[in-house]
């Protein structure tokens, strides 16, 4: 059964790719957003953002990346057309967006852990890591702010964590410790990887299970996580990409497949 309750697969599931069935899980993540600006980080979020306004959720802003909202859609490296132009965001505003709610961003955490803090900072001892990643960024504004979610394009023990080196983006439990607006408005709406789809509705908002791809099972999931798993007792298959959402993957926004080189089967 498809994750997505009343939804007919229109194509055969032999003919997807992994990185399609994450893409779709991942277009899943802004559904029912509405008018709001879509941030995702990394190619396949990317390509996902684009497909879910092209197809179900015709009213989410996208920009360049940099300083312009466009219209339309438009291939992974490739500038959109100037007369696509809708919007000017500059840096400042961003922040102005960030603060209102009015954003949804899916970044890609080096570590996570089952109440959803992530790092994206620093692996080891914070006062001397064995590895420099990132730096803070904005994850801590995204996570108290507006909806955040993930993607992790190698799921494993080494990003799944039983407690995060640091704190960049916060979790369900850091936020219910602080209170206030920060523990009611936490939204950390899904973790999408190469394996499966999880989200925070798990006891206590503890990281739970919500469908694993075709071809996956549980115990490889559960065996692919370093911390106790919220299992349901029934766990569907992530949905398939409808026919549409195939043809504007691959016709338009990633003619050239570099979805392929971000997700590993």
């Keep these: 059964m498809s994750v997505q309750e009343g939804v007919r697969p229109e ?3 032999a003919t997807v790719s992994r990185a399609e069935i994450c893409i779709a899980a991942c277009a899943d993540a802004w559904r029912g957003d509405g008018e709001i600006l879509a941030s995702p980080m ?20 996208l920009s360049d990346g940099e300083s312009k909202l466009y219209t339309g859609t438009w291939a992974i490296g490739e500038t959109p ?5 809708e919007g000017y965001v500059p840096f400042r505003r961003i922040f102005d967006i960030l603060w209102s709610g009015k954003r949804h961003v899916m970044m890609s955490p080096s570590q996570i852990d089952r ?8 692996l080891g001892d914070f006062a001397k890591p064995t590895r420099q990643l990132l730096g803070v960024r904005g994850a801590p504004g995204n996570t108290v702010n507006h909806p955040t979610s993930y993607w992790v394009p190698r799921h494993s023990a080494r990003v799944f964590v039983e407690r995060v080196d640091m704190v960049a ?6 936020a219910a410790a602080v209170g206030g607006d920060v523990a009611r408005d936490l939204d950390i709406r899904r973790v999408v ?36 798993l919220d299992v349901p007792a029934e766990v569907p298959e992530s949905r398939l990409p409808t026919a549409e959402e195939l043809r504007i993957i691959r016709e338009v926004v990633d003619p050239r497949g570099l979805r392929e080189k971000e997700v590993r089967a």
């Design 81 to 85: 057309p100037a007369d696509h132009i």
């Design 11 to 13: 194509v055969d599931a």
């Design 42 to 61: 990394l190619t396949v979020p990317t390509i996902a953002a684009r497909t879910a306004r092209a197809t179900f959720e015709p009213d989410l802003l």
């Design 115 to 122: 109440f959803g803090n992530a790092n994206i900072s620093a």
């Design 169 to 174: 983006g916060v979790g369900y439990d850091r």
């Design 193 to 228: 990887t190469n394996l499966a789809v999880l989200d925070f509705g798990g006891p206590d908002h503890t990281a739970r299970l919500v469908s694993v791809h075709p071809g996956v099972t549980v115990d490889e999931v559960v065996g692919a996580t370093g911390f106790a």
